[in-house]
């Protein structure tokens, strides 16, 4: 029998589109409980958006080069979970790029910067800039001009707030996604022992894959994104931080496992750190896993 979704909702956040389907008996129950998952995450869409000049991470970019900031302690541990994920992923994974993203204007019109520009950029990016207080819960940055961006790892962290609020208000089977590249699968749905994802249905591709998940996540990442061309050259927004180039790869990475803030985190990582990588991932983070997927088009 097909059932189709009790209630479906949809908000705008974090430059892209998150939205929900639950099932259940009860709509009304249903829809409060996914306008309130929704509203979380535009409430943290307003606290870690470093483009809104009123976001806590704004505050920090802003004042943590001369003082230490006060953050509350959730912000302080999914700083700190991004720290841990910098150290266990060789640094590929680093939430202080930004200064390169803005050197090659990826989110404009996109330019290519000199070598000199690029030598001088990567001595204010880099984990060990950043002092995180423990017992003060207050962030430090130890130069003006470094920076936090939370792009690779909030989407992730967002769904993870979402389906804590979804699952304290008792729904059993949901699917929700922050612009279709972090799922999380809460249950099943009718029907069916799991949600399946399908991924690699671009025009062109061979390969598409599909993946049942049950209470779990999954992060895919695209190094084109968004990017810019230059010479018939396309330059990407995921940046390899021990270069300070866009990584250029014909292949999209995907990261399944218990928890969205770390898929996120992770498809980004992998796909700087490649398929050599994958064995290191189960090891380091047990219950995750990860796939590479070529682009369509070789691309
Ligand atoms: P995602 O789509 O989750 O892979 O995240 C890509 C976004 O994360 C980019 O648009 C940048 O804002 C940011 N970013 C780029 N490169 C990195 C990196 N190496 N580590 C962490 N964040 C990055
Ligand atoms: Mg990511």
Redesign the pocket.
Known sequence: MEHSPTVALAASAMATRFEIVLYGDDPVRLRAAGEEALAEIERLDRQLSRFNPASDVSWINARAAYEPVKVEPRLFWLLRRAAEINKATEG????T??PF?RIWDITGAGRVPSLGELMQTCAIVGMNHVRLDESAFTVSLDAPGVEI?L??IG?GYAVDCAVEILRGAGIVSALIHGGT?TVYALGNPPDNDGWNIAIGRDEGTTQRLVFTLRDSSL?V??PY??FFEHDEQRYG?????RTGEPVQCATKAVVVGPSATET?AL???L??LGESWLPELGVRFPGFSGTILPLSGGR
């Open positions: 590929a994974f680093d939430i790029v930004s993203i961006d792009g690779a989407k590249s992060s990442s695209d994104g968004r927004h995921i940046i390899d931080p996120d498809s980004t990582a796909l700087l």
